[in-house]
Every structure is written in structure tokens, then in C-alpha cells.
């Protein structure tokens, strides 16, 4: 499979550097622009485009999907972090107001995560999984899933099976991360978990 991840464009909550995750803001006039310049740049001879049902993501799938009008189909387990209470927050905003919490660092924690929201295992799951049934369903095939930074992050250092440079790596709005010949590594939690930088 070849698979084509794309971060959705930039929302009002991106340009302020605020914590996103499960809140559902449409496109800033930026992120439809950033949109509309990835059209030109997109692989040749896709099949499916995927996507995940947050707003901004389907938003950006639309306007990509304009020149291609490719079968889309929506997928839960591609959707951002929730990072619970810290949703909405800039970093300062967080440190400010849970302060125990952002002293324990625990949005880098493996299995821990903000009160009400995941940590990163819980991503690493769930995107896992995703990433299983992708492979199942669209062997030999090429795909464009359209999702956040998060599952990005995610996506890549599942591919790599390595999450070393996880916390240092980002894929910017309306760019294309292209994995062709991507095959899930078999991984072991405990594995993984190991290549985490500690903080």
C-alpha cells in the first residue's frame, strides 16, 4: 500500500498555538488556501481518500477531493488526541491552570494523559488498528487519509517502528507525509514505548 497522509489546514486554534485535539473548528481562510495549493502536489493514480470526521480535516478532504472525486470514507480511529482538559488552551494557558498536571509533563507520558483526555498509547492503539485495516482493505493499492498532527506523528513512527525523534518530528498544515510500500512493522507495545524519549 501506498499511503499519503496529509495534516489538514490551519484553523483560528493553529495560528494561536492552542491545544486542539477533539474541538471541531472549520478551516481559517489560511488552511483552505494551504488546501488549495497541496491540489497540484498530490500523487498520481490514487484510489480512496480517507479521512478523519473532525471538521477541519473534512474540510481540507473536500477541497482536495474536488479534482480527484475519489470514493471518501470517514474513519473514527484517524480523528486528533483528545488532550481532556487542556483542549482549547495554549501551553502558557495550561501551565497556568493545572499546574500539577503540566509539571509532570504529562502530555510526553506513555500512559498517561490531561485529566479527561489520552495518552499516547491510547493513540498508538486505536491508530494501530486503523493502519491494520487500511492494509487489509487496500493492498497493493494507494490512499489519502486526511488527518491531524497527532495521528501523523503517530503514523510515522509506526511506520519506522521507532518513536525516537517522536516529540521533535511535526508535519506542518497542509503538507503531505508519503509512506509508498508501507507495511506495518509487527511491534510490541513494550517495544515501542522504549523508543519514547522520557520527556
Known amino acids: 500500500m501506498d499511503l499519503y497522509v496529509v495534516r489538514h489546514g490551519e484553523t483560528w486554534a493553529n495560528a ?12 481559517a481562510e489560511r488552511g483552505r488556501e494551504q488546501a488549495q495549493g497541496l491540489v ?7 484510489d480512496a ?14 477541497i ?3 479534482r480527484l472525486g475519489l470514493p471518501t470514507r470517514t474513519m473514527d480511529c484517524f480523528r486528533e488526541r483528545h488532550v481532556g482538559v487542556f483542549e482549547g488552551l495554549t501551553q502558557a494557558e495550561a501551565r497556568e491552570r493545572y499546574p500539577q498536571l ?12 490531561p485529566t479527561g483526555g489520552e495518552s499516547i498509547v491510547d ?16 493492498p497493493s493499492r494507494r490512499v489519502l487519509l486526511v488527518a491531524h ?37 509487527t511491534a510490541d507495545l513494550e517495544g515501542l514505548r522504549a523508543s519514547l524519549p522520557v520527556g
Open 16 to 27: 494561536e498555538q492552542r491545544y486542539l485535539g477533539s474541538l471541531d473548528p472549520a478551516l
Open 40 to 46: 497540484a502536489n498530490l500523487p498520481s493514480g490514487l
Open 49 to 62: 481518500v480517507l479521512v478523519s470526521p473532525r471538521l477541519r480535516a473534512l474540510e481540507t478532504a473536500s
Open 64 to 66: 482536495l477531493n474536488e
Open 102 to 113: 503540566w509539571a509532570g509533563n504529562v502530555t510526553r507520558q506513555w500512559d498517561l494523559g
Open 123 to 138: 493513540v498508538v492503539r486505536r491508530v494501530r488498528g486503523g493502519l491494520q485495516e487500511l492494509q487489509s482493505r487496500y
Open 149 to 185: 498532527g497527532f495521528v501523523a506523528k503517530t503514523i510515522r513512527a509506526l511506520a519506522r517502528n521507532d518513536f525516537s525523534d517522536f516529540y521533535n518530528w511535526q508535519l506542518a498544515n497542509g503538507s503531505l507525509l508519503a509512506l509508498e510500500g508501507f507495511v506495518l512493522p
